[in-house]
């Protein structure tokens, strides 16, 4: 059994930051890949960044330079650093692990950037 566990998000005026985090837990073996995902309103889900446990990152074009992915190895923990923040960033976001062959997705947190 693998659960994710999120938090961090809620509402910030534009031009603020948030930190969402993402823990799993249960039955840990090895972990590929961590990301985010975010689906606005009447929209469809997108990926927003990736990490790899090479280290590898990669970003949608709308947040880099402005959302940054990390990760904590040892607590099975993916981060996004969000940083000034849109309102076209409001939605609700994912995290994903892929595990083995597998991949797992979090419940999801909203976020809401006012103007």
């Known amino acids: 059994q693998v659960q994710l566990v999120e938090s961090g998000g809620g509402l910030v005026q534009a031009g603020g930051s948030l930190r969402l985090s993402c823990s799993a837990s249960?039955?840990?073996?090895?972990?590929?890949?961590m990301g985010w995902y975010r689906q606005a309103p009447g929209k469809q889900r997108e990926l927003v960044a990736v990490?790899?446990?090479?280290?590898?990152?990669n970003y949608a074009d709308l947040v880099k330079g402005r959302f940054t992915i990390s990760r904590d190895n040892a607590k099975n923990t993916v981060y996004l650093q969000m940083n000034s923040l849109k309102p076209e960033d409001t939605g609700v976001y994912y995290c994903?692990?892929?595990?083995?062959?597998?991949?797992?997705w979090g419940q999801g947190t909203q976020v809401t950037v006012s103007s």
């Open positions: 994903n692990v892929e595990l083995g062959t597998l991949g797992y």
């Open positions: 249960g039955n840990i073996f090895s972990i590929n890949a």
């Open positions: 990490v790899t446990s090479g280290g590898s990152t």
